[in-house]
């Protein structure tokens, strides 16, 4: 029995490489009948090997890398940005701050300042190309890192992207078992992560950084865990420096520094202005002091006049300009367009944005975020609130709830970057539209989803 499972096993090894290679090197982005059909073939392969175990740690290990090393020679056929990726790095291989200009500036008045310079501005876009970079320091540091070894040649710069991607990855999984089986959770959770098809598919596919950043934040817990909150935020301020995103989580670090004596008596209810006045203070401001000389420091290199302003205007397009995948969003636009007649994106995104401020400061304020527990589990929902009240949600979005469910009860992001690729189907039309009863196909069953984890969450009393 166990030979003819070892051979089952193998053969669910070998149809995931035989689609793995068929979407690295021979699918088209418009066909998105057959990136489903891969995808969910993927998907059953992938849970059959997380969820019934039947190699090694290690060998799980090394059939998740070799996955990863299929898309080695691959060009992203399914997003362009990699790009922009290449032309940054070069912008600052030849001494030119990617954060002042445009690749459209250039291009309209005759000026080519990299190599390839029109190759890649005609690969990234309209859209890439006539907005400013919002790529932080760090993330800019691996698109140089490209460069340095590739200045002339796209593939090879690709090839550089990926590799780093890769060991990114390979790190997390190293780790995130270790951060596990200190919280004494099972390590071979992290599959959940790390075999996972959307993320090798994205990441490593499709060249997003997402990987870099969780990397740092997963080594920002494990510091934390240790009780070694220095380290912990510089590498909290390497993970913002890469990707903005975890700066949303800073608000939930209130109670990190919360003493364990104020719970002895559990019937005693503190008041949070009873409580701020008994944690260590001076720890929670250093803590915070330091992520954000961490990131100033990094971002120093590109320091002008000009880098501000144009940041923000970058960073402001994805609340009040940009549209995609997104859910409760459409629905309050739809009541927009029937109020007012217009598309009320500018006003809708401020408020969402608001509201996504004051949810994550409640979460901190009304639970015990000092564990990597507690902690996870209020990120998870802290970015999930985000995710849901956005305009856009692209699908590398997802890696970063995914991470943070494995350290919880949670897998409600497994599902969601399963259903995730429903959101593709906007690239099977030259326009690139979105049809809207597909996205609502998504959510009503990734919510129905939620909904049944969280009744099975409260059967089983362990509910947050």
Not at 221 to 230: A, R, T, V
Not at 384 to 396: A, I, L, M, N
């Given at each position: 029995?166990?030979?003819?499972?070892?051979?089952?096993?193998?053969?669910?090894?070998?149809?995931?490489?035989?689609?793995?290679?068929?979407?690295?090197?021979?699918?088209?982005?418009?066909?998105?009948?057959?990136?489903?059909?891969?995808?969910?073939?993927?998907?059953?392969?992938?849970?059959?090997?997380?969820?019934?175990?039947?190699?090694?740690?290690?060998?799980?290990?090394?059939?998740?890398i070799?996955?990863?090393?299929?898309?080695?020679?691959?060009?992203?056929?399914?997003?362009?940005?990699?790009?922009?990726?290449?032309?940054?790095?070069?912008?600052?291989?030849?001494g030119?701050?990617?954060?002042?200009?445009?690749?459209?500036?250039?291009?309209?008045?005759?000026?080519?300042?990299?190599?390839?310079?029109?190759?890649?501005h005609?690969?990234?876009?309209?859209?890439?190309?006539s907005?400013?970079?919002?790529y932080?320091?760090?993330?800019?540091?691996?698109?140089?890192?490209?460069?340095?070894?590739?200045?002339?040649?796209?593939f090879?710069?690709?090839?550089?992207?990926?590799?780093?991607?890769?060991?990114?990855?390979?790190?997390?999984?190293?780790?995130?078992?270790?951060?596990?089986?200190?919280?004494?959770?099972?390590?071979?959770?992290?599959?959940?992560?790390?075999?996972?098809?959307?993320?090798?598919?994205?990441?490593?596919?499709?060249?997003?950084f997402?990987?870099?950043?969780?990397?740092?934040?997963?080594?920002?817990?494990?510091?934390?865990?240790?009780?070694?909150?220095?380290?912990?935020?510089?590498?909290?301020?390497?993970?913002?420096?890469?990707?903005l995103?975890?700066?949303?989580?800073?608000?939930?670090?209130?109670k990190?520094?919360?003493?364990?004596?104020?719970?002895?008596?559990?019937?005693?209810?503190?008041?949070?202005?009873?409580?701020?006045?008994?944690?260590n203070?001076?720890?929670?401001?250093?803590?915070?002091?330091?992520?954000?000389?961490?990131?100033?420091?990094?971002?120093?290199?590109?320091?002008?006049?000009?880098?501000?302003?144009?940041?923000?205007?970058?960073?402001?397009?994805?609340?009040?300009?940009?549209?995609?995948?997104?859910?409760?969003?459409?629905?309050?636009?739809?009541?927009?367009?029937?109020?007012?007649?217009?598309?009320?994106?500018?006003?809708?995104?401020?408020?969402?944005?608001?509201?996504?401020?004051?949810v994550i400061?409640?979460?901190?304020?009304?639970?015990?975020n000092?564990?990597?527990?507690?902690?996870?589990?209020?990120?998870?929902?802290g970015?999930?609130?985000?995710?849901?009240?956005?305009?856009?949600?692209?699908?590398?979005?997802?890696?970063?709830?995914?991470?943070l469910?494995?350290?919880?009860?949670?897998?409600?992001?497994?599902?969601?970057?399963?259903?995730?690729?429903?959101?593709?189907?906007a690239?099977?039309?030259?326009?690139?539209?979105?049809?809207?009863?597909?996205?609502?196909?998504?959510?009503?069953?990734?919510?129905?989803?939620?909904?049944?984890?969280?009744?099975?969450?409260?059967?089983?009393?362990?509910?947050?």
């Amino acid at each position: 029995m166990n030979f003819l499972n070892k051979h089952k096993s193998w053969f669910v090894v070998f149809v995931s490489i035989i689609n793995y290679v068929f979407i690295s090197y021979f699918l088209e982005r418009t066909s998105f009948e057959k990136l489903l059909f891969c995808w969910i073939f993927l998907f059953g392969c992938y849970y059959y090997l997380v969820k019934n175990q039947p190699f090694s740690f290690k060998h799980l290990v090394g059939i998740s890398i070799l996955f990863r090393l299929l898309f080695l020679f691959a060009t992203p056929n399914l997003s362009q940005d990699f790009y922009r990726f290449i032309w940054d790095g070069r912008m600052i291989f030849e001494g030119l701050n990617p954060y002042l200009s445009k690749p459209e500036s250039f291009i309209n008045s005759g000026i080519f300042p990299i190599h390839e310079a029109k190759t890649l501005h005609e690969g990234m876009g309209i859209l890439n190309g006539s907005h400013f970079t919002n790529y932080p320091p760090i993330h800019q540091l691996g698109f140089l890192i490209a460069a340095v070894f590739a200045s002339k040649s796209i593939f090879g710069s690709i090839l550089v992207l990926r590799f780093l991607i890769i060991i990114a990855d390979i790190g997390i999984l190293y780790i995130g078992k270790k951060l596990l089986e200190k919280l004494q959770l099972p390590n071979h959770t992290i599959f959940w992560y790390a075999l996972n098809p959307f993320i090798i598919i994205e990441m490593t596919g499709n060249l997003h950084f997402e990987p870099v950043m969780l990397f740092f934040l997963v080594m920002s817990f494990y510091k934390l865990q240790q009780q070694k909150w220095i380290v912990g935020a510089i590498f909290m301020g390497c993970a913002i420096s890469v990707k903005l995103i975890p700066i949303l989580f800073l608000p939930l670090f209130l109670k990190w520094f919360h003493s364990p004596k104020l719970d002895t008596n559990p019937t005693k209810k503190l008041d949070f202005l009873s409580f701020i006045q008994k944690e260590n203070v001076t720890k929670l401001i250093s803590f915070y002091a330091i992520i954000f000389c961490v990131i100033s420091l990094l971002f120093s290199p590109f320091l002008s006049q000009n880098l501000l302003s144009n940041y923000s205007i970058s960073i402001g397009l994805w609340f009040t300009t940009f549209e995609f995948n997104a859910s409760f969003y459409y629905l309050f636009r739809k009541v927009g367009y029937l109020i007012t007649g217009y598309n009320e994106i500018a006003i809708i995104g401020k408020i969402t944005a608001m509201s996504t401020i004051v949810v994550i400061f409640i979460i901190a304020a009304f639970r015990k975020n000092n564990s990597i527990k507690n902690l996870s589990i209020s990120m998870l929902l802290g970015i999930s609130f985000y995710y849901f009240f956005s305009s856009t949600v692209h699908p590398w979005y997802i890696a970063t709830p995914l991470l943070l469910c494995i350290f919880t009860n949670y897998r409600f992001p497994v599902f969601w970057s399963f259903v995730v690729i429903l959101s593709y189907h906007a690239y099977s039309n030259a326009t690139w539209n979105e049809n809207l009863q597909i996205v609502a196909i998504q959510y009503i069953l990734l919510f129905s989803y939620i909904i049944y984890e969280i009744k099975k969450h409260i059967v089983k009393k362990t509910i947050l």
